[in-house]
């Protein structure tokens, strides 16, 4: 997916962007960017690789020599940003957060209409930042422009732009994902977490509405166009993605995760199927306050029987290449005996997409002397990739374990029964989770249930995107 964070500031603001940026870190793990602008220097801009080393260590140098009152940063897992670009609107700096799923037909589109041509990377994709820029200016202003692209792009589209004179940025119009504004007495900043400018100074000024863009300076943040009302911002921030001190419209991505989980343990006792286990244990790292929340209203005890090792690699989806991502997840468990052996274990983990990493876990556990695995999914079954925020890398929906066995259940009609099969207390919902049991050797298999997920979240079910989880836009 990916981050962003700007500042404008009467005084030089290039390393509150080069901290802010790197708070974003956990949200992308290919390419990070930087650009700032200054009368003497002009725009200065810097982009690495952040696949093997994090995105602090390979702009150290590049910040030292760097200079501006306006600089706008970012962490992409897709395009090289932020990229330069020149138009009728004069030049500027563009990043973008969300996928474009018509990035071709738009392309061709704006060929045919005259546009020369556009940034592209070695595999021959279009940069985003250069296709939102041509489609920005078929307009005559960037607030007009800005609505264009969003209203032409299928998908999701926030952005933030660096000119000479200000910074814009524009929450996409459905609210998928955040921008929070900040403000200190030298002036204004803008991230996507608000704990990234909270440790630079800055409080909290406003949230952007869905849809709403604004132009900030040093000395205000004016708003260009207003948002709107239609909110659908993506409920996996809570349940995944999102940092544990993040705060998304209010709520607190940790006191989720830990009602969620007390959640789940409180559905199980009223249904008879909270199991007889010595531990309830967490799958690090997002899945730990989950089983917090599981322990506190079950009663039973919290214990850590593996600890991940993150020196060296911080996240276990960090190279590209699956086969190595899925080495590193298994070289990152290091036991600790006493907790495992002749142990019955209940873990909670955040999701279950594929199943390839809880195997792996699973055996792991057996290997090491456990007695039984029980699991707890903190979300419903996951049945569509995200086409929203490239969340999810499948190529296809059959790559998720759900789709994949609720698929060769009953062929292409299977999609018909999707609600039954995330019932447990269905035919149907009963045995996918026996299947994936089996396929995964654990004892016990249950879901947290949408209006359980919705429930932990403490927002309407129409303000958020529960796409991956029910196919409903």
Not at 77 to 100: E, F, H, M, N, W
Not at 184 to 212: H, I, M, N, V
Not at 310 to 336: C, E
Not at 451 to 469: F, M, N, Q
């Amino acid at each position: 997916m990916g981050g962003f964070f700007g500042a404008a500031s009467r005084n030089d603001c290039v390393t509150d962007v080069f901290f802010g940026t790197d708070y974003h870190s956990h949200l992308g793990t290919r390419r990070g960017g930087m650009t700032s602008y200054s009368p003497e220097q002009g725009f200065q801009r810097h982009i690495h690789s952040i696949e093997n080393s994090p995105f602090r260590t390979k702009f150290e140098n590049d910040v030292a020599a760097m200079t501006g009152k306006l600089c706008i940063g970012c962490i992409s897992d897709t395009d090289p940003q932020p990229i330069l670009v020149r138009s009728k609107l004069g030049l500027y700096a563009i990043c973008s957060i969300g996928i474009i799923n018509n990035a071709a037909e738009l392309a061709d589109e704006l060929l045919e209409d005259g546009c020369d041509n556009f940034e592209t990377m070695s595999s021959g994709n279009i940069n985003s930042g250069s296709l939102i820029g041509a489609l920005i200016a078929q307009k005559n202003s960037f607030t007009e422009g800005i609505r264009y692209a969003q209203e032409k792009i299928n998908g999701t589209m926030s952005l933030i732009i660096l000119t000479k004179d200000a910074i814009i940025a524009a929450r996409d119009k459905n609210g998928r994902l955040p921008i929070i504004i900040g403000k200190r007495d030298d002036g204004y900043c803008l991230s996507l977490e608000s704990f990234a400018f909270q440790k630079l100074g800055y409080t909290l000024y406003k949230e952007l509405k869905p849809a709403e863009i604004v132009r900030i300076t040093s000395e205000g943040c004016e708003t260009l166009a207003e948002g709107c009302k239609n909110m659908r911002i993506c409920s996996f921030m809570w349940t995944y993605y999102g940092y544990p001190n993040a705060v998304y419209e209010g709520v607190n991505v940790e006191v989720m995760r830990t009602r969620n989980g007390e959640i789940m343990a409180e559905t199980d006792m009223k249904n008879g199927r909270l199991p007889d286990v010595d531990y309830v244990c967490g799958v690090p790292d997002s899945g730990i306050p989950h089983a917090i929340g599981y322990a506190n209203k079950s009663g039973i005890p919290f214990a850590r029987p593996f600890i991940k090792y993150t020196p060296t690699w911080p996240r276990s989806f960090m190279p590209q290449n699956q086969k190595m991502r899925n080495h590193v997840a298994k070289m990152k468990l290091i036991p600790v005996h006493e907790l495992i052996e002749g142990k019955k274990l209940l873990f909670v983990d955040d999701s279950i997409v594929r199943g390839t990493q809880m195997r792996e876990t699973v055996e792991f556990l057996y290997e090491n002397g456990a007695k039984e695995v029980h699991m707890r999914s903190a979300c419903p079954p996951i049945m569509y990739g995200c086409k929203y925020l490239n969340f999810s890398r499948s190529t296809s929906e059959l790559e998720l374990i759900a789709r994949q066995i609720i698929h060769e259940f009953e062929g292409e009609n299977g999609i018909n029964y999707i609600e039954e099969y995330c019932d447990s207390d269905t035919e149907r919902g009963r045995a996918l989770r026996n299947e994936i049991c089996k396929r995964l050797k654990l004892t016990s298999l249950e879901f947290q249930s949408l209006s359980g997920t919705v429930r932990a979240i403490g927002k309407p079910e129409c303000d958020l995107c529960t796409y991956c989880w029910t196919g409903r836009e």
